[in-house]
Each structure stands twice: as structure tokens, then as C-alpha cells.
């Protein structure tokens, strides 16, 4: 749900300037660019992404920052060249990365094996952006619910660009979703017996590692992924 001070910087800002369009735009995979750049790096991005979208608006239009990665902005007409505008110009920036996994497995006889897998990767920059038209006041608490609640929930580590019109869910960008990272990366594999199923104990295989044992050979084998900043 949008915070009550949410609404009253809407109402504050937008009594002026009805009716038109409001917009959300929000950094997307913002944790998972925290946890490998730092937040030094975000906070760069951050302040580069308020010059961008400075540049797209004029004396009629309007931004604020209502959140540590969120702008709420006002437009007199459809916004959707603009904000196609926003998005391109904040994506065009890849940051080079080295992914990949390794493991290490031990038998029966207390042979140990190790495997790993090292690739080249980019990380992507994007963003979620809904826009809708409003009249007035009365229509700010619904339509800020659906603008803002769009935005929120489709973060995922996943998806970096999903912007859509709330009004009628239609996307700006049809079918234009990527991977914030783009690992690429062969399915891990035992070791000894180069299997590729295991009976994990613990853990999540797909983002951080595990521990378990090899369903063919029944070796031990341990597993994680790493992601760093390419030098």
C-alpha cells in the first residue's frame, strides 16, 4: 500500500497541474546491485538517473523523489516517449562481471575432486516504470495504489525492464524483459561421475549454493556460485 505522506506529496504537488499523466519509475534489481557494486556505486547511479530524467521534463512537467530509488513525475500529456526515452538512455550502461560455480566432491574413500566453471558476464541496468492518466484529486488514492503496488511488485532479481500502463496493463516495451545478469552458465555437475542430479540438504542451488550428495555415485558434494567485478 503507498504510504500516507506518499499521497500527500501527490496531492501537494499535482493541485497545480490537472489533469495529465503521473508516473513511477523505480531502479529495478536495486538489492542485487547493492550486494555486488556497494552503495557508493548505487548511490552514483541514483544521482545519474535524477539527471536523466531531468533532462526529459519541461517547466509544464514535474519529478520527485518520493523513495530511495522511486520518482513520482507528472506529465500534461502521454508520457510514453519520454519515459522509452528515460529507460534507453539509463540502460545503456553494462557493468562486466566474472560468474560461475565450483564444487567439491568427496567418495567413499575420502577422495576429494573439485570442478568450477568461470565465465564472463555483464550486469544490466534498468527500470519499472507505470504511468497512468489522472483528472484529480479524488482519483489519487486508487490510481497511486495501482501505479505504485505495479511497480513494487514486479521487482524481482530477474526482470529489469517491465514498464507497463497501469490503466489497462498494456507494456511500453512489448516482450522486452532480460535477465539482470545474464549468467549463462552449464548445469553443475558431479566430480567423480559427471551426473547431473543431487540430492541436496541445504540450500538454494539456483542463487546461492548447497550441500548434498551425488544421486549416481552417492559422493559428497558441496556447491556455490560466485559473481565479482571484472578487473
Not at 81 to 101: A, D, P
Request: overall charge negative; glycine content about 4%.
Amino acid at each position: 500500500m503507498v504510504h500516507t505522506l506518499k499521497f500527500d506529496i501527490i496531492r501537494h504537488y499535482l493541485a497545480p497541474y490537472y489533469p495529465g499523466y503521473i508516473a513511477v519509475i523505480d531502479i529495478a534489481a536495486l538489492k542485487i546491485r547493492n550486494d555486488l557494486l556497494g552503495h557508493l556505486v548505487v548511490d552514483r547511479e541514483i544521482e545519474e538517473l535524477e539527471e536523466i530524467i531531468n533532462q526529459y521534463i519541461d517547466r509544464r512537467e514535474f519529478s520527485i523523489r518520493v523513495g530511495g530509488d522511486e520518482w513520482l513525475l507528472f506529465f500534461p500529456n502521454n508520457p510514453e516517449k519520454q519515459l522509452q526515452s528515460i529507460t534507453n538512455q539509463y540502460s545503456k550502461k553494462q557493468i562486466k562481471l566474472i560468474v560461475g560455480w565450483q564444487c567439491e566432491a568427496k567418495d567413499k574413500s575420502a577422495t576429494i575432486k573439485k570442478a568450477q566453471e568461470i565465465r564472463n558476464s555483464i550486469l544490466y541496468r534498468g527500470l519499472k516504470i507505470c504511468y497512468m492518466p489522472i483528472k484529480n484529486n479524488s482519483e489519487i488514492k486508487t490510481k497511486s495504489e495501482i501505479i505504485f503496488d505495479n511497480v513494487n511488485y514486479q521487482l524481482g532479481y530477474d526482470v529489469v525492464n517491465y514498464p507497463i500502463s497501469a490503466i489497462d496493463l498494456i507494456e511500453v516495451h512489448k516482450n522486452k524483459t532480460w535477465q539482470s545478469v545474464n549468467l549463462n552458465l552449464s548445469k553443475i555437475y558431479c566430480p567423480f561421475c559427471h551426473h547431473q542430479e543431487f540430492n541436496w540438504k541445504d540450500g538454494d542451488t539456483s542463487l546461492f549454493g548447497a550441500y548434498g550428495n551425488c544421486n549416481q555415485c552417492d559422493a559428497e558434494v558441496s556447491f556455490s556460485n560466485f559473481c565479482q567485478l571484472a578487473e
